[in-house]
């Protein structure tokens, strides 16, 4: 959902900005402090200091038990009693105050109980233990996952790693992360008490991941505060300037949107619609994008209309009656009712543009020409829209016999496709720091799309994701071996961005040495696939590095092609680039019977090459064809020449190269070629044509040697080929 959609001026999920925040005044931090200190209430009765927490839980849940709040706020108070903020509060205020900012989002009794207790067993003698005995291990569980790692154990990994351990816990229940996203807006809150470097600090990471965290948990109503607040302690001249024209509008006597609300319940009328109509002032970060969008800011830039009915399809119908009876602006309809956001998100959104009245006077009118945007949506996804994990209760909870499969928006948030993806990369990440960064770089990206695979499954990524980041989000490290893909049925590079709806089959190979490229790093978008590639070449020597360390030039890799009238260009596979020489046919050592011997990548021999072979690091025996730059070159450097010979076996891995003229299924005649031969593509890449002539590169594993001619002959035959050859050594560097 768009930042601009919601106030955060109104926690509660159901009611507009303005008049809920009059209605339910914030709480009073002071009063409450005062409440705290004179101790235990009645057991008879709920103490007077959750008043508050108790009316906003009832507005949601009317038969709630309260029973355990009380309990949970007696013991809170009594294990905080004596701690002081630096604000100068009770320290009581600050759980009472998490714990009515998410009974006000309809937080469920549960979790309300947690936050009451979230820093009991941080900064308290209270132990999980005492809390799971007296609560349950549900709020056990909740508690545990927010209790920040200590300093003293952790040093400077202590902030990384509680992050790391609060997502953890969040796979398994959400409601941790929304008791966290409650804590740090409290926090935030009352930050001015702290020294300017420390509230610069705690405002970064409140950007760059937890309010990221709480648009994708769809919490919008904590969202937009928390990046109001980031907004005034990291921007405040831009802030102060936002402040004045949102003050300066506030006092117009004549309001725009006032008009056109009157309007569109008129039209509503007519139509004998049951709508609810109403102004969605804007937050303070949402003015100040669209004032450097849009530059002056005229009355209708202030806020939106939000239109509330009580069925998905009075939604289309007062969509179908606004562009009836006003002028739509078409670019800005947008259906998230039809295709909910990834974040529990639902609603139409559209735009109407006011006529231009004609006048005697020289000058406009103050609504001539205005667009105003208009939000359409049923209460129950508003509700969702506002609080979007919290407003579904316990997800955990088995459905009630009543509730239908419609009644709620995506009723499973139990494990979000983009968190499942944020726990796998997480614990591949090596070290604090790398999950640090990746973390922040993973939650810059705001959007996902869908990728369909053949078998009918999906594949959840980020806007930007290429055919890499799929390989590795359906194959895990099996897509090592990824050779290839095909996008909409059109084979294409593994570097392929991907886009919202399309059909990816990913062509793996067969070979369990394969090797990433090096360049599939330029490519992954996702940690998964970066954390999985730099793990395995961290593994394997650097491309042709020899024993004493020192890498040999790596042989020149064809430019990266382009998609051209001879078919999609180029499908790169692991052998393509420079890399560890794959195996192919048995070879062996003379003398060495156990030695590891691998093909050199280079010349690619195969039986009945005369071949020769050189020691690198790890004790392995490179084998390269006698003629081959790389063997001059390492005997002039002094290197020792190790004996060795075809073994029995008759399988071989061989690179060819095909010259062609430019034709429509060039590419897909000769992959059909090679397979009637029976030889297995390892790695192919097409180079970009030059003068209508193109240059194919096929790395071919072969059941026998002795097929190699034949397989050379069917090649040529293709229509349009008019050379096929074994690639030759580089000359030796002058």
């Known amino acids: 959902m768009s930042a ?56 949601h849940f009317p038969d709630a038990d309260l029973e355990p709040l009380r309990h949970a706020y007696l013991l809170a108070e009594s294990s905080h009693r004596g701690q002081m903020r630096k604000s100068g509060e009770p320290y009581i205020t600050h759980p009472l105050a998490v714990t009515l900012i998410l009974a006000e989002l309809g937080a469920e009794t549960t979790t309300l109980t947690a936050s009451l207790l979230h820093d009991t067993v941080e ?29 003293v154990d952790y040093g400077a990994a202590a902030e990384p790693e509680t992050f790391r351990k609060m997502l953890v816990a969040t796979g398994n229940d959400v409601r941790v992360m929304s008791i966290k996203l409650a804590d740090r807006l409290h926090n935030m809150r009352t930050l001015g008490v702290m ?48 402040r004045v024209l949102i003050a300066e509008n506030a006092a117009r006597p004549d309001d725009p949107l006032a008009e056109v609300a009157e309007q569109v319940r008129g039209v509503l009328r007519e139509a004998d619609l049951n709508a609810e109509v109403l102004i969605r002032p804007r937050h303070f970060v949402s003015v100040h994008r669209v004032a450097r969008k849009r530059g002056r800011l005229r009355g209708c830039d202030f806020g939106r209309l939000l239109v509330l009915v009580n069925e998905d399809a009075d939604c289309y119908a007062v969509l179908g009656e606004l562009h009836t009876c006003m002028t739509p602006v078409v670019s800005e309809f947008k259906d998230f009712i039809a295709v909910p956001k990834f974040n529990l998100y639902q609603s139409l959104h559209t735009a109407v543009a006011l006529p231009r009245t004609r006048t005697d006077s020289p000058g406009e009118t103050p609504m001539d020409g205005q667009v105003v945007e208009v939000l359409i949506r049923t209460h129950q996804m508003h509700k969702v829209a ?3 994990v919290v407003a579904l209760g316990n997800p955990y909870a088995p459905p009630a016999e009543e509730q239908s499969a419609s009644d709620g928006e995506r009723v499973d948030p139990t494990r979000p496709g983009w968190l499942s993806r944020l726990l796998e990369w997480q614990r591949a990440a090596p070290d604090p720091d790398t999950f640090w960064s990746t973390l922040r770089e993973d939650l810059a990206q705001d959007r996902e799309i869908t990728v369909f695979r053949p078998d009918g499954g999906t594949l959840g990524l980020p806007e930007g994701a290429t055919c890499v980041d799929a390989a590795y989000a359906q194959y895990g490290e099996d897509a090592h071996a990824c050779m290839g893909a095909r996008v909409n049925g059109r084979l294409a590079t593994l570097s392929t961005v ?13 070979d369990p040495a394969s090797e990433p490229s090096r360049e599939w790093l330029d490519h992954a978008h996702t940690p998964a696939a970066r954390i999985a590639i730099q793990r395995r070449l961290a593994t394997r020597p650097s491309p042709t590095e020899e024993e004493d360390g020192t890498p040999a030039p790596a042989p020149a890799a064809p430019a990266p092609g382009t998609a051209t009238d001879t078919g999609p260009a180029p499908v790169r596979g692991p052998g393509a680039s420079a890399g560890f020489a794959p195996r192919g046919a048995s070879v062996l050592v003379v003398g060495r019977p156990r030695a590891n011997a691998r093909l050199a990548g280079c010349c690619t021999p195969v039986p009945p090459d005369e071949v020769t072979g050189f020691i690198i690091r790890g004790g392995a025996v490179t084998v390269h064809r006698v003629e081959c730059a790389a063997v001059a070159r390492m005997k002039s450097a002094g290197r020792a020449e190790i004996g060795v010979r075809w073994g029995d076996t008759a399988a071989c891995r061989v690179t060819l190269l095909a010259e062609s003229f430019g034709r429509p299924r060039l590419l897909a005649d000769l992959t059909e070629a090679i ?60």
């Open 386 to 388: 506002e609080a979007g």
């Open 498 to 510: 991907l886009k919202d709806g399309d059909t990816v089959q990913l062509l793996m190979g067969q």
């Open 675 to 734: 397979a009637l031969e029976g030889a297995e593509i390892v790695s192919a890449t097409v180079s970009p044509p030059a003068q209508q002539r193109v240059r194919h590169t096929y790395t071919l594993q072969l059941p026998d040697a002795a097929g190699l001619p034949a397989l050379m002959r069917a090649m040529r035959n293709v229509p349009g080929v008019y050379d096929v050859s074994r690639t030759q050594p580089q000359p030796p560097d002058v």
């Open 195 to 242: 020294r300017p470097e420390k509230q610069a600090r705690i405002a970064k990471v409140t950007r760059d991941v937890l309010i990221p965290l709480a648009e994708r948990l769809g919490v919008q109503a904590l969202k937009t505060e928390l990046e109001d607040m980031v907004f005034a302690v990291l921007h405040p001249e831009e802030y102060a300037h936002t």
């Open 123 to 151: 900064d308290t003698d209270v132990t999980l233990d005492q809390v799971g005995e007296q609560f349950g291990a549900e709020v056990r569980y909740l508690v545990d996952g927010v209790t920040k790692l200590e300093k």
């Open 4 to 59: 601009d959609a919601t106030n955060p001026a109104a926690p509660g999920p159901m009611a507009p900005a303005g008049p809920r925040r009059r209605a339910r005044p914030r709480i009073d931090l002071r009063r409450l402090g005062r409440a705290a200190l004179l101790g235990p209430a009645a057991r008879d009765r709920l103490p007077d200091a959750i008043g508050h927490v108790a009316e906003a839980h009832r507005a």
